[in-house]
C-alpha cells in the first residue's frame, strides 16, 4: 500500500515561507516523477510543480521564481520551500508521484494560509 503523508503547512503572513514535506512509504518501484499541486475554494486544482528522477525541475509560471521543489531519493521525501507567499497561494497543498510501474498516487493535503 503506497501512502504519501504530507507536512508543513499552516498560517503564514504575505512575504513569508514555508516548507512542505511530502514521505512516501509503501512503494516497491522507484518514484519517477514527484510533484505538488494545489487546490484553492472554490477553484480546480492545480499543478504546482515536478521533479524527474534525474532532479530536472518544472514549475508554474506563478510560483517560479519563489518556490523550490527538491526531493531526497534516500528518504523518499519530497520538499516544496515556499518564499514570498501571497494570499493567492492559500490552498490545500498535495503531493503526487509517478511510479516506474505506470500508477501515480496523491497524498491528502496539507492546508497552506497566507493571510496578514
Known amino acids: 500500500q503506497v501512502q504519501l503523508v504530507e507536512s508543513g503547512g499552516g498560517l503564514v503572513q504575505p512575504g513569508g515561507s514555508l516548507r512542505l514535506s511530502c514521505a512516501v512509504s509503501?512503494?516497491?518501484?522507484?518514484?519517477?516523477?514527484m510533484g505538488w499541486y494545489r487546490q484553492a475554494p472554490g477553484k480546480e486544482r492545480e499543478w504546482v510543480a515536478r521533479i524527474t528522477s534525474g532532479s530536472s525541475t518544472y514549475y508554474a509560471d506563478s510560483v517560479k521564481s519563489r518556490f523550490t521543489i527538491s526531493r531526497d531519493n534516500a528518504k523518499s521525501t519530497v520538499s516544496l520551500e515556499m518564499n514570498s507567499l501571497k494570499p493567492e497561494d492559500t490552498a490545500v497543498y498535495y503531493c503526487?508521484?509517478?511510479?516506474?510501474?505506470?500508477?501515480?498516487?496523491w497524498g491528502q493535503g496539507t492546508q497552506v494560509t497566507v493571510s496578514s
Open positions: 509503501g512503494s516497491s518501484y522507484s518514484s519517477y516523477i
Open positions: 503526487r508521484i509517478w511510479t516506474t510501474d505506470g500508477n501515480s498516487y
